[in-house]
């Protein structure tokens, strides 16, 4: 299976210690790797393997004591990579004490923090920066993108390797069960399984819906409670992220619910039972769509260090802005539409807002130019819309 290395956008720092978390499978270890091919004065700790693993999680010393002897040689390490830092969380007082003492600098890498705060591990105090990846971004994967196969297949850097259909969706559905498995079972973050399992499947197919908590609880035959708390799980170990509705005041009265977006497609169908291509002009191909579109603004946003505010607004009497874009005082407002020919009724929300809101407006398309209404409404393809906001 030839995985292709595309150049990641991730940010890496060069001169401080950091933290690199991402949902599994994203290529945390390959990007080091690449990062780190240049220096080859470093040391790399595995905690997947099972001896280093049970030898620093019962004697965290250890490591200063590795590092000591790899500076005897006379070749004093500039980087410590570790990878897993979740499976021995007590090194982190060791890592700590270590960047105190400039003895060098360290590469932390974790599926998610939750695993850290759960047991109220050593956060290294702001000494150390943190880092998300993602799955690939279009821009990460150039002229190689295919929107149609990402709305399928989604976009983990492993998937790329299969050609085969079956092959694909066997990796995902593996992916999932690896998931609940890991990330759920293993930690023991829910006593019983069943419903958080019925609770995935029903989320998976309301994605990018906003949230009825009361609806998904019946669904999944689980109390509402449950359900906030399972979304909280989602998020910390990154599986998806809540959309917040947008937060300032206009005249209208607006839905208070937030929405919730897995962070793959591919995750996502194999999460809802649908592995089929969806039909262009179909209302499940919109919704593709928006996933895709949102995900991506999301990725760059983090990648590029916008700090930008992401949100949605729906009124109560049904208009609806996909994403609203906020840079301080400055807005952007997106509607998300996955027509190659937009038309004046896809305008309705962003005019209907325009006394309430003001800011840039914008349709992200399928069109294969940018244009522009006589009312200053501009309509891009959905690529050439995202880099103009975020780079």
Known sequence: MAIKDYKRLCPLSKGNSFFLFGPRATGKTTLLKQFFSDNKNHIWIDLLEPETERELSVHPSRLSEIIHKHKMTGKPPIWVIIDEIQKAPRLLDVVHKLIFEKAALFALTGSSARKLR??????????????????????????????????????????????????????????????????ILVEQIVRNIEPFRAFLEVTAQSNTLIINYARLAREAQIEPKSVERYFEILSDTLLGFILPPF???????????????????????????????????????????????????????????????????????????????????????????????????????????????????????NEKWSRRTTDGINILPWREGLKEIFG
């Open 118 to 183: 759960r047991g109220h591990a050593n956060m290294l105090a702001g000494r150390a920066f943190s880092f998300n990846l993602h799955p690939l971004s279009f821009t990460e994967v150039g002229p190689d993108f295919d929107l149609h196969d990402v709305m399928r297949w989604g976009s983990l850097p492993a998937i790329q390797g299969y050609p085969a259909e079956l092959e694909k969706k066997r990796y995902l559905l593996s992916y999932v069960q690896n998931y609940i498995k890991e990330e």
């Open 247 to 365: 937060s300032r005041s206009i005249r209208k009265r607006q839905v208070q619910s937030p929405k919730f977006y897995f962070f793959d497609m591919g995750v996502t169908n194999a999460l809802s039972g649908s592995m089929h291509a969806p039909v262009p002009g179909s209302y499940g191909y919109g919704r593709a769509f928006e996933q895709i579109v949102v995900t991506e603004a999301y990725r760059l946003n983090d990648y590029h260090e916008k700090n930008c505010k992401l949100s949605f607004l729906r009124t109560k009497d049904g208009v609806e802005i996909d994403l609203v874009v906020e840079h301080g005082r400055e807005l952007a407002l997106v509607e998300i539409k996955s027509s190659t020919n937009v038309c004046e009724n896809d305008l309705k929300g962003l005019r209907s807002l325009a006394k309430d809101i003001k800011g840039r407006k914008y349709v992200f398309c």
